[in-house]
């Protein structure tokens, strides 16, 4: 990798759904040429696999941007968390949720993110490890597996964030438990599950429902439990959140972790920032301080 971080290589996604970021790329390669010398875009493509445009950044640049979704975010950070002198990450976001980069405090208008890009603030940011893949966000079993999977993409499309909340409520009433086995160096479970959600970040889905005040750079997951399908148990688990009173109950578990071993039975898909490429059994790591990333104005 050319370590000179003063060159940078934007990796962009034609097909990331905000429209913003496609009008206004050229004007934001005009933005963070007035503070790297040289800025160079790669174009994400269906049949080359983005591992492979990463390592290609790399050997021109010490400072990679992503340029697009959740999903191809996602796609970069499995590039270069694997390696061993890895390259300043900077996000430009260009999809629906933005998840990460809202975590970083980036603004939401790609060109204004540009703009703090350009400050090069950055700092250490921690990220998980599942078996051999990473996530910068969260990693999910059970519940929020199948409301992704139920998103009409037409209503994703019309209204963002707020079709979650119409498929959580549509998975909800057809949703049966599964056998969960659970091992943390401070927490053991067995028995059965509706959700198992391990999060680095604080959004989920474009908002702060379970850990609005998760640390990026604290070593540890956040980690919650819920035991049965209920509406109403996880919109109390979201008001305590909001209000930081403990939810009445004891119908879910939350706590910290810095790894953790985990099966279902029968076998349960994985989300893992969104992207459904993995399945149980996991074994799960926080890998502290373990990226450096270009951050926004606000600190986290």
């Excluded at 250490?124 to 597996?145: C, E, M, P, R």
């Amino acid at each position: 990798m050319n370590s000179g971080r003063d060159k940078a290589v934007i990796i962009y996604n034609p097909a990331a759904g905000n429209h913003l970021l496609h009008q206004q790329l050229p004007e934001i390669q005009r933005i963070l040429q007035h503070s790297f010398s040289t800025v160079s875009v790669l174009e994400t493509k269906k049949d080359i696999p983005c591992r492979q445009l990463v390592e290609k950044a790399c050997e021109q640049a010490g400072t990679i941007i992503g340029a697009g979704g959740d999903g191809t975010i996602y796609s970069i950070v499995n590039a270069i968390a694997g390696m061993e002198e890895r390259p300043l990450f900077g996000i430009l976001p260009g999809g629906t949720c933005n998840d990460f980069s809202r975590a970083l405090g980036m603004n939401q208008n790609p060109l204004e993110a540009a703009r703090q890009i350009a400050q090069k603030r950055f700092r250490k940011v921690d990220a998980g490890q599942n078996n051999s893949h990473y996530f910068l966000n969260f990693w999910g079993i059970g519940l929020i597996t199948s409301v992704s999977e139920n998103i009409d993409k037409d209503l994703k499309e019309k209204f963002g964030r707020l079709s979650y909340y119409w498929s959580a409520a549509q998975t909800l009433q057809q949703w049966e438990p599964f056998h969960l086995e659970l091992s943390s160096p401070d927490f053991q479970y067995s028995g059965d599950a509706t959700m198992l959600l391990i999060a680095n970040g604080p959004y989920t889905g474009g908002i702060r429902p379970f850990f609005p005040h998760a640390n990026l750079q604290d070593g540890k997951l956040d980690v919650l439990l819920i035991k049965e399908p209920s509406l109403k148990l996880v919109w109390e688990i979201i008001q305590s959140r909001i209000t930081e009173n403990p939810p009445e109950g004891d119908g879910f578990f939350s706590f910290q972790a810095d790894q953790l071993s985990i099966s279902a039975t029968p076998v349960q898909a994985i989300d893992c920032d969104g992207e459904k490429e993995q399945d149980t059994p996991s074994v799960i790591t926080c890998l502290k301080h373990h990226l450096e990333v270009y951050t926004g104005d606000v600190p986290f």
